[in-house]
């Protein structure tokens, strides 16, 4: 029920359902054109709705122009200004110097299609400019012929022309595993009510009931491990040796068959090759992933100083000046005057932030621990989400390099 004394106050008492809509976003607006500029230092703009017939008019006229104001108050002080880097992760096994790739023939079943996915993968990481420019061959001959995994070499690699062989062993089995379930499904009872149809129209409808029936599935298993060594076939040296192995696990049937959206049926079970055929695949992936170069690249914002509650309103001078270089380019520029702040404001977590920032952008290692040492500063003097975020994602791609040196 309204209150008919408030209405009869009411600037939306006398006026058209289009003039109270108009008020009430000036009303709105005019709070923000009120805060807003107050934070950033400005003199606050007023837009009164109460205004009269004429002077509404005008200002309803101008409301755009009002609405521009708010977006580039909005854009200057409300919006995270933000940067994006991309470090380097070096390929954990060097290739430095090779300029043919051999890779033998695998021990044990399914043996050709890892050498068959290894090879795609490799071409396809060339392709991407990840691998350097390596010839790679497949040598139909068996790796144990040449080499098993005690380093006792059998015979003479000089036939090979090959600076590098990748050998190993395939161990992979699949299996399914038939059994039944019982499934709740909904039939027809041959009985008819008025009722909607699907289309919401009304018309009789068959009653359906509850059920439970038995129904076969099939659990589709399978894995795959690889056992593989790289290695110099003139110095007979191993250059690296890992293994990797994948497993796969899916149910075919049973309830599947009566999901509309989702599930896997009986009939879209997969052949024993097909899904090693994919773990083949992914085992490939992690090996070419030994030999490639990748670049982590992502966006991160800059902190100018505000209060975390403040929406990027405000903000420490110094530290804004700082970010317009960063964003300009001049990166040099930026970090001197974000140290130069922290010799008088050895506390300024943002400051400490920034120039995280500025030495996580390089790249290589010791600016990444550098790095480091500013987020952990930040996260010390500073109560902010983005400084743990950093302060882990750099933990992160400098767990990725020290893999990569222990390796090499």
């Not at 595993?177 to 289309?199: A, L, P």
């Not at 696990?249 to 009986?266: A, H, L, Q, V, W």
Request: charged share 25%; aromatic share 10%; hydrophobic share 35%.
């Amino acid at each position: 029920m309204y209150n008919r004394d408030l209405c009869k106050t009411s600037p939306f008492a006398s006026r058209p359902w289009r003039d109270q809509t108009q008020i009430l976003s000036l009303e709105i607006l005019n709070v923000f054109l009120q805060l807003i500029p107050l934070a950033a230092g400005l003199p606050s703009l007023n837009l009164n709705p109460a205004y009269s017939g004429k002077h509404f008019s005008k200002v309803s006229n101008n409301r755009m122009v009002y609405l521009v104001v708010l977006i580039v108050l909005c854009g200057c002080f409300g919006c995270a200004q933000k940067t994006r880097i991309t470090v380097i992760r070096h390929a954990e096994v060097s290739l430095q110097g090779i300029r043919t790739l051999a890779i033998l023939k695998f021990d044990g079943m399914y043996e050709e299609m890892v050498r068959k996915a290894l090879y795609n993968k490799i071409i396809k990481a060339q392709n991407l400019n990840k691998i350097d420019d390596i010839r790679v061959i497949n040598v139909d001959q068996n790796s144990l012929e040449y080499f098993d995994y005690d380093m006792d070499f059998s015979q003479d690699f000089e036939g090979l022309r090959a600076d590098c062989v990748i050998s190993g062993e395939v161990a992979a089995t699949v299996k399914n595993v038939h059994d039944i379930e019982k499934v709740r499904i909904q039939e027809g009872t041959g009985e008819y009510k008025e009722g909607k149809n699907v289309f919401g129209q009304e018309a009789e409808v068959e009653i359906q009931r509850t059920v439970i029936i038995e129904v076969p599935y099939v659990m589709r298993q399978a894995n795959i491990t690889v056992n593989f060594n790289i290695f110099n076939p003139k110095t007979k040296q191993r250059i690296f040796a890992d293994k990797f192995s994948e497993e796969y696990k899916e149910k075919f049937g049973g309830d599947n068959e009566y999901r509309s959206s989702s599930g896997s049926t009986i009939s879209q079970l997969p052949s024993h090759n097909l899904t090693l055929e994919k773990l083949s695949d992914k085992v490939a992936s992690r090996i070419v992933a030994k030999l490639s170069t990748i670049e982590i690249t992502g966006v991160v914002k800059f902190d100018n100083g505000s209060n975390k509650y403040a929406m990027g309103i405000g903000g420490n001078k110094k530290v804004k000046e700082g970010i317009k270089c960063a964003r300009n380019g001049e990166w040099e520029k930026a970090r001197k005057m974000w140290e130069d702040l922290l010799s008088s404001e050895p506390e300024n977590s943002a400051a400490f932030y920034n120039l995280g920032i500025a030495y996580e952008r390089i790249g290589d290692f010791e600016n990444l621990k550098i790095a480091q040492k500013m987020y952990k500063k930040a996260v010390k003097y500073g109560d902010k989400g983005i400084y743990l975020d950093a302060l882990y994602r750099v933990k992160t791609t400098i767990s990725y390099f020290s893999n990569g040196q222990q390796t090499r």
